[in-house]
């Protein structure tokens, strides 16, 4: 058992400032599961109290508001420059909290003119098909969940659901497809 000084944190210090790295990335992926467990939970209750359109008209605006405060945080804190296009957009989907719980991938077009987004797996999804609920129908919420997070990046980006639940082929969850209007 170690003694006291062994185990105190220095002032200023939480315990993850000795983490190792895998510790951290351990860390990572566990507050990114709790952040859409209480994404979850919070749906539900309001699902219970209120109905789910009503439930869905409060997670779409919640959700708007999230995308455009994780958008800017992760520009500012990994110095993504504003308007940077669609290089920027890759680049800071892979650093949203999803990329570290939901497998997905983006591809680009052949001309580089789109990129495009799939959620390869979706814990949202998976959690319900493992339930045996119906696909949860988060397309109202992703569209502006992604056009929101995507114009915060850069607001020349202009945002296409390729298909989302409830509207998804069998098996797959949300593809998206992201372009420049250059006009404006």
């Not at 209480?38 to 869905?56: N, Q, R, T, V």
């Not at 949860?136 to 969940?145: A, D, H, S």
């Not at 509207?167 to 250059?182: D, H, I, M, T």
Request: glycine share 6%; hydrophobic share 40%; with cysteine.
């Amino acid at each position: 058992m170690p003694n006291a000084t062994e185990s105190a944190v220095q002032p200023g210090k939480t315990a993850f400032h000795s983490m190792t790295r895998e510790q951290l990335l351990l860390a990572l992926e566990m507050f990114a599961k709790s952040w859409l467990a209480h994404d979850g939970c919070w749906f539900l209750a309001a699902e219970e109290s209120l109905g789910m359109d009503a439930a869905i008209a409060l997670d779409t605006k919640a959700w708007q508001r999230f995308a455009a405060t994780e958008a800017n945080r992760i520009m500012t804190t990994f110095g993504i420059p504003p308007a940077g296009g669609l290089g920027a957009l890759e680049r800071a989907l892979g650093l949203r909290q999803y990329s570290l719980i939901n497998s997905q991938r983006t591809e680009w077009s052949e001309d580089s003119t789109r990129l495009r987004l799939f959620m390869d797996v979706c814990r949202v999804q998976e959690t319900r098909r493992r339930k045996g609920l119906p696909d949860f129908p988060c397309k109202p919420v992703g569209t502006v969940e992604f056009e929101t997070f995507a114009r915060t990046v850069d607001p020349r980006i202009q945002t296409l659901c390729l298909h989302c639940p409830p509207e998804s082929p069998e098996g797959k969850y949300c593809g998206w497809e992201f372009s420049l209007n250059l006009e404006s």
